[in-house]
């Protein structure tokens, strides 16, 4: 079945440590995207991509990088700039819903990052 | 983007119909409305998408009037496991620099 694969799905990361997380898709979309929830609160874009080797800031960019070398993969590296990196982690692709037949977004299962 | 209004949280008991009410007065030729559905630590998951008039699926009916300025997300007889949030978003889903924007939703609780 096509979708998208977050891993992990916890990730523990100690102060000063660069942490990434894996977003992998089947779904042969171009666009793919990265968000963080907060509890109890909507989804932020941090970044997202259009096609292969292009991506753009999205609201809250600061302290996050990624890269997007193959169309499947949109890789997210938190890194040590990012002062608060505690948070569930989305990440999205845009294109045909698998069995739905309608134009929009398909979700990851999301990894939740925790600093200890 | 179009910004959307709805009511932070609803009650309700099995078996009732819900109606969750989006506002978004100034939605574009263009736009389309779609709903999603989200469970604790989970992703969204899309449950319903319109433009005009009605849709309904196997799940749930979207109900849009004639000016679009809002749309009802129809849940049948709902039970203990549709409790959730509820996101309304609306833009042109065929626009590759278009990004879902979410607020924070509804959040149905359904007792038993």
């Known amino acids: 079945d096509g979708g998208i694969t977050q891993s992990p799905k916890y990730l523990f990361r100690k102060e000063g440590q660069n942490v990434t997380l894996s977003c992998e898709q089947n779904l042969n979309h171009d666009a793919m995207y990265w968000y963080r929830q907060d509890p109890g609160q909507g989804l932020r874009l941090i970044y997202y991509s259009q096609i292969v080797n292009d991506f753009q800031k999205g609201d809250i960019a600061e302290g996050y990088s990624v890269s997007r070398e193959k169309k499947e993969s949109f890789p997210l590296t938190v890194t040590s700039a990012q002062k608060n990196p505690t948070a569930f982690y989305l990440c999205a692709s845009r294109g045909e819903i698998p069995g739905q037949g309608n134009y929009g977004y398909t979700f990851g299962s999301g990894t939740r990052l925790t600093v200890v | 983007l179009a910004k959307t209004t709805q009511p932070i949280s609803m009650d309700s008991y099995e078996g009732q119909e819900v109606n969750i009410t989006c506002s978004h007065n100034?939605?574009?030729?263009?736009?389309?409305i779609t709903w999603y559905q989200q469970f604790p630590s989970q992703g969204p998951r899309f449950i319903i998408q319109g433009y005009k008039t009605k849709v309904t699926n196997e799940v749930a009916s979207l109900f849009i009037p004639a000016d679009r300025k809002s749309s009802t997300l129809s849940l049948p007889r709902v039970s203990l496991s549709d409790t959730a949030v509820y996101y309304c978003?609306?833009?042109?889903?065929?626009?590759?620099?278009?990004?879902?924007?979410f607020g924070s939703g509804t959040r149905l609780l359904v007792r038993p």
């Open positions: 978003l609306v833009g042109d889903r065929m626009d590759s620099s278009y990004k879902l924007i």
């Open positions: 100034n939605i574009a030729t263009n736009d389309y």
